[in-house]
C-alpha cells in the first residue's frame, strides 16, 4: 500500500523560502505514468494545484506560483520536495503532497499547516 508522508515547517517568516518533503513508501516515485504533485489549501478557500514532477523528473508548475516554486526528487529516498521561495501571509495554507494518475488524484498525505508570519 502506498503511503504519502509530508515533513516540514509549521511557521515560516516573511520573505523566507518555504521546504517540504514527502516520503513515499510502499511505491517508487520512478514508476511510471505517476506525478507527484503539491496542493494546498489556504483558509477559507478551495484547493490550489501548484505543480507536479513525474516518473522521469521531468516538472509542470502553475503558472501563478511558477516564478517562486520548485520540485525535485531525491530517487535514492523515494522522496520529492517542494520549495516556495518569498513567501508572504498568501501563501499560509495546508499543503498536500499527493499522486496524480491520468490527470486525477489518487493518494494524498495528511496535510500540514504552514503559517507565513513574523
Known amino acids: 500500500q502506498v503511503q504519502l508522508q509530508e515533513s516540514g515547517p509549521g511557521l515560516v517568516k516573511p520573505a523566507q523560502t518555504l521546504s517540504f518533503t514527502c516520503t513515499v513508501s510502499g511505491g517508487s516515485i520512478t514508476t511510471n505514468y505517476y506525478w507527484w504533485s503539491w496542493i494546498r489549501q489556504p483558509p477559507g478557500k478551495g484547493l490550489e494545484w501548484m505543480g507536479t514532477?513525474?516518473?522521469?523528473?521531468?516538472?509542470v508548475y502553475s503558472s501563478s506560483l511558477k516564478s517562486r516554486m520548485s520540485i525535485s526528487r531525491d530517487t535514492s529516498k523515494n522522496q520529492f520536495s517542494l520549495q516556495l521561495s518569498s513567501v508572504s501571509p498568501e501563501d499560509t495554507a495546508v499543503y498536500y503532497c499527493?499522486?496524480?494518475?491520468?490527470?486525477?488524484?489518487?493518494?494524498w498525505g495528511q496535510g500540514t499547516q504552514v503559517t507565513v508570519s513574523s
Open positions: 499527493a499522486r496524480e494518475v491520468d490527470y486525477s488524484i489518487d493518494l
Open positions: 514532477l513525474n516518473w522521469e523528473g521531468r516538472t
